[in-house]
């Protein structure tokens, strides 16, 4: 069975910085690409940032660009987000996301097959 476990969430201020990782258990993804989107409350799920599976091309939201940091550790069957100068527009649960056949760096949801259950990021003004 498949798991992605988010960690490091919390409840930090404006400027700040988090790191999350997410956990992969079940099967190895050191082949395809993973990924990270949020979701704020009343809105829709959206794309965070992206990782092929090398770890060398990554893609990001313009809204996050500069500021956050995706990276991993296939070694450890792990990816991390790196975010500092966190804005209290980035309060949202995040979620980690890892596909079964993609291996760029996709932003699409549709291309990743495995979630977690999320970590919520609240950041105070």
């Known amino acids: 069975q498949v798991q992605l476990v988010e960690s490091g969430g919390g409840l930090v201020q404006a400027g700040d910085s988090l790191r999350l990782s997410c956990a992969a258990s079940?099967?190895?993804?050191?082949?395809?690409?993973m990924g990270w989107f949020r979701q704020a409350p009343g809105k829709e799920r959206e794309f965070v940032a992206a990782?092929?599976?090398?770890?060398?091309?990554?893609n990001y939201v313009d809204a996050v660009k500069g500021r956050f940091t995706i990276s991993r550790d296939n070694a450890k069957n792990t990816v991390y987000l790196q975010m500092n100068s966190l804005k209290p527009e980035d309060t949202a649960v995040y979620y980690c996301?890892?596909?079964?056949?993609?291996?760029?760096?996709?932003?699409?949801?549709?291309?990743?097959?495995?979630w977690g259950q999320g970590t919520q990021v609240t950041v105070s003004s």
């Open positions: 996301a890892a596909s079964r056949n993609t291996n760029w760096a996709t932003p699409r949801p549709f291309n990743y097959d495995y």
């Open positions: 079940g099967r190895t993804f050191s082949s395809t690409a």
């Open positions: 990782i092929d599976w090398t770890g060398r091309r990554t």
